[in-house]
């Protein structure tokens, strides 16, 4: 499949416009910017993007950035929280302190990630604008540049979801905004239950404001039953949550010292200072007019790609076009887009770059997918609740392990938190992991590798040495538990 | 191999006195008293401990109420060094509300479990008697009761080692007091540099003490050089740590209000409150007199035993008598002693209740043993490090991976922290993981499994996902590192 890749001078004319000619085109910095691996050092690469910051959403928003705000808010909550630990006294994080570390540091990374991009690699150009298809190889930028592609990726990843009632402006702010605010609002309302809006709600209650999360339906309303209920409870001891909570109307003063009043469908009124809508993220295809090149697409705009993350069209795989990550995926997670780029990048590879016609491309097929809710609780989560699995057909069963039934749990006095685990009850094997309290996102991994080495529940736990008494007490006794009930 | 279980009426006479036949006896309630299974129920068994408190170490002076003061502790000590973070405050933890809590909730558990063991079970019995060996069956107790059993366990653990220059008394402590202090002294001194001193000192800091820890040699002498040098530079810029320090002479006033003074090998006087001396433990060999057994023991008076957790006579292992946990083993970690009970009951099962004589006992093969300190950083770390890795001729090779180059490292702002790997370069076997930084004890779970389960660095990153950007990236890092220097 090797061909000789694109010159820098192989220039085509169309239609009056020069077509610049690439081997490979990445649409979208994010995970989409590993792609130029040193194996494809010898294509001639264009990485697009326009968004306001290089590097996509985790680092610039997303991810890094709300942990580093995560952390600081958690020593105040935790502080907090601390009474019946014996541990009295007070504590207050610095919103504009914090801003000004984390952003020091992320811009930096940004802007020396994009100042690489430009300059750095010979074969790499960066084209800081926006695209629209023309066809399935072809790109218009916003300036009229015409750009084709041996091979396209598409990573344009995901854009907040707007609510009509609550358009974007000065006083209603998207996630991409939330984190750099000049000033924390006095009261601030968050609209969404999902993972954004509950971390985003546990970092502002933990930087002091007052917080009042708005949910539609129910907050993380695709985990157990028990999780949510849990989440529910400890997170609403600590800020104001309204599910089945609509907002139908808004005033939105311009003067910011008048405050906004929204009005909901129970009939709730309330006033507020900012309001953050995290109500879903919209995947980019629309931006990019992916319709005009036919891409098979979910109602949602969601691209549908194959196992090697290849583009369908009419049902039918593209062989040169790619797509990853929230564009491409529901997950939304960036473990996930990055492992897809690696997909992409090796299949980009056999594709472009091997010598030999007997390479088949690389399948995606890495499971489970954990996500973590880094909230205060703590949320970390793979795979089937047992009402999924049962739906499924599967003999399965669920235990539970409390963090209060271990001496960890004890040395936290915890009354709360657990962890659950969904396996077959035939095989042993590993269907789900739920987790909420300190430490879930860690406490997850030993199954997460149980779970993708295909380790049955039977002989886990005693087959290694948990280290006594750490937490991870609370994943050996879950597994003992799981052993029990499992045949054989 | 099946006998007729012991009857409650079968005593026999000896040398005057009546001799009281079990069919087990252990010796130590710790992890001995684990012992007494479903499986065994049809056995007499007696549980024999004269502990000042019931249940062994672990549960009362040990594991678990240290990680119960650690926990507040890490609180405060969070906070203090939280301003380049962005947070400021002060906290304070109250030792005495602290060990209220505590030992309220753990002398409880210490006294329900005594008194479950005294009348909870039919066929167990307790004796809460010091016992001596009279011969390899036979003990007798304090107030001259004779006890045989046609199997014994001893599971009677270690003390701490007492210093001829600082004897214990009521300002020289031991671990056993260290919690139960009435106050916490202004000033201490710590006399060791182990887990069990380094914990001690970590604990005392964060509650406010003012800590001098002496060490003969180096502290945490046995783990991995770089482990233990960023160990004495982040603990030593907490409390006052000097190492190649031995106290020669000492004053100790009875008058609690004048300073103890303390000499040292190297000139230095130390005025101090309180002297912790955390110094090594003995085995309790000696306690039980089981060189009247003949039975095989180190220089250090821990008993010799097989793979089966039978005790060696002469270099023969003596059918019916086990030994466990610290008096047995190097290790003195809980989950250790733990696992050896298991293996002990087992074989105490296929030993005297089998019905088949072709039940082979088990032999004790887990591996490797995780140890974790619980201090400020915290420590975690199991198998080689790279010297001793290649002084047993085998061809490896160590990574590093620091907390600072990952995501959750940037949000704790972590110059100091790392994990390392030391890989056997030609298989990918995991020979040694050695970390320090928050969460090291649990962090370190995913390398015990993959280790424990014989699973090669080669694929182990790539083959699971890991919550972006949780801790465990960390991890992953780490094992793409070894995998880039294994061969194949």
Redesign the interface.
């Known amino acids: 499949m090797s061909e000789t890749a694109a010159s820098e001078t192989e220039l085509s004319f169309e239609a009056g416009a020069p077509t610049e000619l690439f081997d490979v085109i990445v649409i979208g910095a994010g995970s989409g910017n590993s792609i130029p691996s040193p194996e494809l050092a010898g294509l001639k690469i264009a990485i697009v993007d326009d968004g306001r910051w290089f590097g996509g959403t985790?680092l610039n928003a997303g991810?890094?950035p709300t942990?580093?705000f995560?952390?600081?808010a958690r020593?105040?909550s935790?502080?907090r929280d601390?009474a019946h630990?014996?541990?009295?006294?007070?504590?207050?994080?610095?919103?504009a302190?914090?801003r000004a570390?984390v952003f020091g540091?992320i811009d930096s990374i940004s802007q020396a990630g994009e100042q690489y991009r430009a300059s750095g690699e010979p074969n790499v150009s960066l084209v800081r604008e926006r695209v629209r298809f023309v066809d399935e190889s072809t790109l218009v930028t916003a300036s009229g540049r015409r750009l084709r592609g041996r091979a396209l990726v598409i990573g344009a990843g995901s854009r907040p979801r707007e609510l009509r009632v609550l358009p974007f402006g000065p006083r209603v702010i998207s996630s991409d905004d939330a984190l750099r605010l000049e000033t924390l609002p006095e009261r601030i309302t968050i609209i969404g239950g999902g993972v954004v809006a509950s971390e985003f709600a546990s970092l502002y209650h933990g930087f002091g404001a007052k917080v009042t999360q708005l949910v539609r339906s129910t907050v993380l309303s695709s985990l157990d039953a028990d999780i949510r209920a849990t989440f529910v409870a400890q997170a609403g001891a600590q800020w104001d949550i309204r599910e089945h909570h609509d907002v139908v109307d808004a005033t939105i003063p311009d003067d910011a010292t008048s405050p906004i009043r929204l009005v909901c469908n129970t009939g709730d009124v309330l006033e507020t200072d900012l309001v953050l809508v995290a109500s879903g993220r919209v995947p980019n295809s629309d931006r990019l007019g992916t319709e005009v090149a036919g891409f098979d697409q979910e109602l949602n705009g969601r691209l549908v790609v194959d196992a090697h993350q290849r583009v369908l069209r009419a049902g039918q795989a593209l062989p040169n076009v790619f797509a990853m990550g929230d564009i491409a995926n529901p997950h939304q997670?960036?473990?996930?887009a990055?492992?897809e780029a690696?997909v992409v990048a090796e299949n980009l590879r056999r594709t472009l770059v091997a010598t030999s016609d007997n390479e088949e491309l690389v399948s995606n097929t890495?499971s489970?997918?954990?996500?973590?809710v880094f909230s205060t609780p703590e949320i970390?989560s793979?795979g089937a609740t047992l009402t999924e699995a049962r739906d499924a057909g599967i003999d399965a069963v669920e235990v539970r392990q409390d963090y209060g039934g271990t001496?960890?749990g004890?040395?936290?006095?915890d009354q709360h938190h657990f962890a659950k685990l969904v396996v077959d009850r035939v095989q042993g094997q590993i269907l789900g992991a739920h987790i909420i309290g300190p430490?879930a996102?860690?406490?997850?991994?030993?199954l997460?590798?149980?779970a993708?080495?295909n380790?049955p529940v039977q002989g886990l736990a005693?087959?290694?040495?948990?280290?006594?008494?750490?937490?991870?007490e609370i994943?050996e006794n879950l597994l003992l538990n799981a052993k029990e009930e499992c045949n054989a």
Request: proline fraction near 8%.
């Open positions: 985790c991810c890094i942990k580093m995560i952390h600081p020593l105040v935790h502080l601390a630990l014996g541990v009295t006294g007070t504590a207050s994080a610095d919103w302190a914090v570390r540091r997670l960036k473990h996930v990055n492992h690696r890495l489970p997918v954990p996500l973590a970390a793979f001496a960890w004890w040395a936290l006095e430490d996102a860690i406490l997850l991994q030993p997460v590798q149980a993708a080495f380790m005693r087959g290694q040495y948990w280290p006594h008494p750490a937490a991870t994943i």
